[in-house]
T-cell receptor
Framework: DGGITQSPKYLFRKEGQNVTLSCEQN?????MYWYRQDPGQGLRLIYY???????QKGDIAEGYSVSREKKESFPLTVTSAQKNPTAFYLC?????????????????FGAGTRLSVL | QKEVEQNSGPLSVPEGAIASLNCTYS??????FFWYRQYSGKSPELIMS????GDKEDGRFTAQLNKASQYVSLLIRDSQPSDSATYLC??????????FGPGTRLSVLP
């Protein structure tokens, strides 16, 4: 059953603590993304990765870190430097295509992780 | 900065009516266009993709693209209460990341 798995579904962070959100995909997609969504707001890009061992900052990378050691996995760490981490975090993946393969350029989402501060 | 704009709503329509959702984008180099539906507390799910000018129909949904006007729309025919959700427009400029609009909240009234 192909898809994107995010865990945990709910996560609580204490003051000064780093927490890691897991994202695993078995779609054989090259690109993976992390978004943050605040209540009533759109999606904001935190980090993205087009290939293994390479990733780029998005629009709101401060206070976050990622790694891409395997094609299937793209974990996100919310560090203590992120002062307002309460949000809904979404992981996505896509298979990049050009020209006749444009139909492959679709982004799919995991179920999300809801992070709150204790 | 590349932008995607949508009316935030809420857009309210009676059950059985046609709901029309609109989206404009700023980057003329955009090649791929998507509509996602997001129920409250859930993640976005893809409902339509469109890549060339004109209409694309899938069941009760029709996506319309006009690249000259930089405009993409989604029509939902025979709207049902289960269609009540936030609809996100997403645009992908060639070789660049997806850009999402803020979403339009649709409410279908029984």
């Amino acid at each position: 059953d192909g898809g994107i798995t995010q865990s945990p579904k709910y996560l609580f962070r204490k003051e000064g603590q780093n927490v890691t959100l897991s994202c695993e995909q078995n779609l054989n997609h090259d690109a993976m993304y992390w978004y943050r969504q605040d209540p009533g707001q759109g999606l904001r890009l935190i980090y993205y990765s087009q290939i293994v061992n390479d990733f780029q900052k998005g629009d709101i990378a401060e206070g976050y870190s990622v790694s891409r050691e395997k094609k299937e996995s793209f974990p996100l760490t919310v560090t203590s430097a992120q002062k307002n981490p309460t949000a809904f975090y979404l992981c996505a993946s896509s298979s990049e295509g050009q020209g006749a393969s444009l139909t492959k350029t679709i982004q799919y989402f995991g179920a999300g992780t809801r992070l709150s501060v204790l | 900065q590349k932008e995607v704009e949508q009316n935030s709503g809420p857009l309210s329509v009676p059950e059985g009516a046609i709901a029309s959702l609109n989206c404009t984008y700023s980057d003329r180099g955009s090649q791929s266009f998507f509509w996602y539906r997001q129920y409250s507390g859930k993640s976005p799910e893809l409902i339509m993709s469109i890549y060339s000018n004109g209409d694309k129909e899938d069941g009760r949904f029709t996506a319309q693209l006009n690249k000259a006007s930089q405009y993409v729309s989604l029509l939902i025919r025979d709207s049902q209460p289960s269609d009540s959700a936030t609809y996100l427009c997403a645009v992908k400029p060639g070789g660049q990341n997806f850009v999402f609009g803020p979403g339009t909240r649709l409410s279908v009234l029984p």
